[in-house]
């Protein structure tokens, strides 16, 4: 199992990142996918979740209406597009795949600084 993210960056208050995951060796298409948020000092955040069928998701309070998940199985990706971004969403994100007794997955993350 391997998930790469990217899109990544320093942004202002108010702008707009999306974020990008590639996964591999796994059939991405069969399973639910996260993304997770780790701010300096503070305990890892489930932001954003999305069935595997695309047909639900589900969003942490603190990102409903900024944030949008989504996925193409087609070619195995995973996107959240954050806008209205503040200081507070400044963290390292992660792409998450759990997979029961098979195992929880992790990508190497990507930083995300919103800062004037």
């Known amino acids: 199992v391997q998930l790469v993210e990217s899109g990544g960056g320093l942004v202002q208050p108010g702008g707009s990142l999306r974020l990008s995951c590639a996964a591999s060796g796994f059939t991405f298409w069969n399973y639910v996918m996260n993304w997770v948020r780790q701010a300096p000092g503070k305990e890892r955040e489930l932001v954003a979740a999305?069935?595997?069928?695309?047909?639900?998701?589900n969003y942490a309070d603190s990102v409903k209406g900024r944030f949008t998940v989504s996925r193409d199985n087609s070619v195995n990706m995973l996107y959240l597009d954050m806008n209205n971004l503040q200081t507070d969403d400044t963290a390292v994100y992660y792409c998450?795949?759990?997979?029961?007794?098979?195992?929880?997955?992790w990508g190497q993350g990507t930083q995300v600084t919103v800062s004037s």
């Open positions: 998450n795949v759990p997979m029961g007794p098979r195992g929880n997955y």
């Open positions: 999305i069935t595997a069928n695309s047909y639900s998701t």
